[in-house]
């Protein structure tokens, strides 16, 4: 295991420098030019390039890279453009907010699909499972942009029971984005649950245990379902990477203080040293719950070996 985890941690490297690269040339390709943003659209050609010197964006451009791919491996992630503030204290402040946020939605999404996926795996093609299914389909083609804002005219003008936006209420400023996110992330997981599930149902070791008198109720969750979460847990790693993305959306919706909608609003702004450290955070971040799930693939079936 700690031979896995240390060449696992080896593969990061070259993972994380090639996001950092692909980061940097991308930021650079946006059009729009950091220095006449600060200066104004009004500013002399002059005052311009003085910003453009200040901001080292004079530099030729592998010059640049250099010296931000140098400044990172020392955990420097420069200084805001546009806020002349520390890019690590703003990432600091905003990413618990983008972390709440995301295993909110994880609960809600958890919270629905289970029982859904294992009723309607039970129940095939009864009115039960097309009830399950047409829910995942109304969930998958819901966009948060537009299921986000009814939440909002529902819930919190109309009745006034949840705050419209920010995260200053605690728990009930978390509930509406994370049930916006959380609903979409569910219909995926229904549908997982369902198939996989439905499918070990049909496994002969399930028929054999039920006829040496184990209780059907024991052989589903007792055997059954534990093979059946192997994809479900493939799913819920490459989805909280989706949550993390998707978070951009939903955080500009409900005005929530977390990292997506520092990362549009400095995209906007042409902050290059805070749309590439942003982008790094989430990047990294999805990479190291990848590596939880295999981890936790040999915790649920002890049959795979992590070599």
Known sequence: ?????????????????????????????????????????????????????????????????????????????????????SVADQIKQRYPATIELAMGSMFIALLVAFPLGIISAIYRNSWIDNVARFFAL?????????????????FAINHEWFPVSGREAGLRS?????????????????????????????QLYVTTAVAKGVTRARAIFRHAMKNALIPVITVLALQFGSLLTGAIITEQIFSWPGLGRLLLTSISNRDYPQVQASILVIALTYILVNFASDLLYGVVDPRIKLE
Do not use: C
């Not at 220095?35 to 390039?49: F, K, L, M």
């Not at 994370?178 to 049909?202: F, K, Q, Y």
């Open 138 to 154: 109304i969930g998958v083609s819901m966009p948060s942009f537009l299921f986000g804002p009814l939440l909002i005219i529902a």
């Open 1 to 85: 295991m700690s031979q896995y985890i240390l060449r696992r941690f080896l593969q990061m490297i070259p993972i994380t420098f090639g996001i950092l690269t692909l980061v940097f040339s991308l930021i650079h390709m946006i059009p729009g030019d950091p220095a006449v943003q600060i200066a104004g659209e009004s500013a002399r050609p002059e005052d311009v390039a003085a910003v453009r010197k200040a901001l080292g964006l004079d530099q030729p451009l592998w010059t640049q890279y250099v010296h931000y791919v140098t400044h990172v491996v020392r955990g420097d992630f420069g200084t805001s453009f546009q806020t002349n503030l």
């Open 174 to 202: 978390l509930v509406l984005p994370s049930v916006t996110m959380g609903l979409a992330l569910s219909a995926i997981l229904t549908r997982m649950i369902r198939i996989s599930l439905a499918d070990e149902l049909t």
